[in-house]
């Protein structure tokens, strides 16, 4: 796992504004995490059947996939997606069977 | 031989892996602890089955973490002979010591069966007692043995002689209903390039002894014991 590739692509920066951090300014991201859409998702599947069996017809299909909140303390809003990406790529996901986005979801300055 | 069996919290083959290694092979064995950063002079170092770390975050993924790894690494960039059975397997991978990843099974269950294996490589430290071809009979027990890769991850791998064991039939034939779990290509077991890191989701050590039901997974363990005198001797 490199930490070469990372691109800026999936960042979605809403909340931050304020530029000053110190060590207590927090900032709150999430990494997505799902199984890279060519993998079969066995547990998807299931719970899609399952939907269906309640009577919603209408689901095409699922994905089962988990979410990390993330908070961080002390970090400059413009990086803070490049170490959540990093955090992905080195623990949260598994390249192999994985694919992951980031997003900052909300910064606090006190 | 001095063998090293690792205990991380959660592990449950350490007892049954060090039971084959010192009573029924008379080697030398201990256990290590994982949040310790040495092998103690050993030899062989075991990666048992279990769950470790509670398989949080994925199978293995905590334990290819622990401070013990390090040295499990270095051991292995030396040459010397890490073994993965199930659990240990997955550690494995997680550590990017074997190529791949794990799935859940196929059929989403917890799997605990005997199946047969398919002998790909009798030149390896691990498996000079079987030969090439021969049919192994093995308990498995696991619900994320589904061993996965990118195509073209899959082929360097059968090219570099990668696969080591195969689910097939008694008769050793590897069709889709002797795959139990949906692993790619029929992968059970996988050794490194260099040929001293092993990984298997079938547990070995399950089937030492003919009062277990059986004795096919002792050869390995007698392989690396062969396989250790040659080195002293050498």
């Known amino acids: 796992m490199t930490d070469t590739s990372i691109t800026d692509s999936t960042v979605t920066d809403a909340t931050i504004t304020d530029t000053t951090v110190t060590a207590a300014t927090t900032i709150k991201g999430r990494v997505t995490i799902f199984p890279r859409a060519e993998i079969l998702d066995p547990q998807g599947k299931a719970i899609g059947d399952a939907l269906a069996r309640l009577g919603f017809g209408q689901v095409r299909e699922v994905r089962a996939g988990k979410s990390f909140d993330v908070v961080l303390a002390g970090v400059d809003p413009g990086k803070a997606g490049e170490l959540l990406r990093r955090m992905a790529e080195k623990l949260l996901a598994n390249p192999v069977v994985e694919d992951f986005t980031v997003e900052l979801i909300s910064g606090e300055t006190p | 031989m001095r ?43 075991v990666l048992p089955g279990g769950f470790a770390y509670g398989d949080y975050l994925r199978a293995g993924a905590m334990a290819a973490l622990s401070p013990i790894m390090a040295e499990v690494r270095r051991h292995a960039a030396a040459g010397g002979p890490v073994l993965g059975i199930c659990n240990g397997f997955q550690m494995l991978l997680e550590a990017g010591l074997l190529p791949g990843a794990m799935r859940r099974n196929r059929d989403l269950r917890f799997l605990c069966q005997d199946v047969w294996l398919r002998v790909e490589r009798d030149d390896l430290a691990f498996t000079s007692r079987y030969a090439r071809g021969q049919v192994l009979r093995m308990p498995i027990a ?27 039939s008694p008769g050793g034939e590897t069709a889709e209903g002797w795959n139990p779990n949906g692993s790619a290509r029929a992968i059970a077991g996988v050794v490194n390039a260099g040929g001293n890191v092993l990984g298997m989701m079938p547990h070995p050590e399950r089937c030492a002894e003919q009062v277990l039901g059986g004795e096919d997974g002792l050869g390995l363990f007698a392989s690396l014991v062969a396989a250790a005198v040659e080195v002293r001797h050498a």
């Open chain 2, 3 to 45: 063998c090293g069996v690792v205990v991380f919290p959660g592990s449950n083959c350490d007892h049954d892996v060090y039971h084959v290694l010192k009573h029924v092979l008379g080697q030398d064995a201990v256990f290590l602890w994982h949040d310790e950063a040495d092998l103690h002079g050993c030899d062989l170092v």
């Open chain 2, 142 to 168: 696991h619900a994320e043995g589904n061993y996965v890769d990118r195509d073209e991850a899959l082929d360097a791998l059968e090219k570099a002689g990668g696969v080591v064991f195969r689910y097939a």
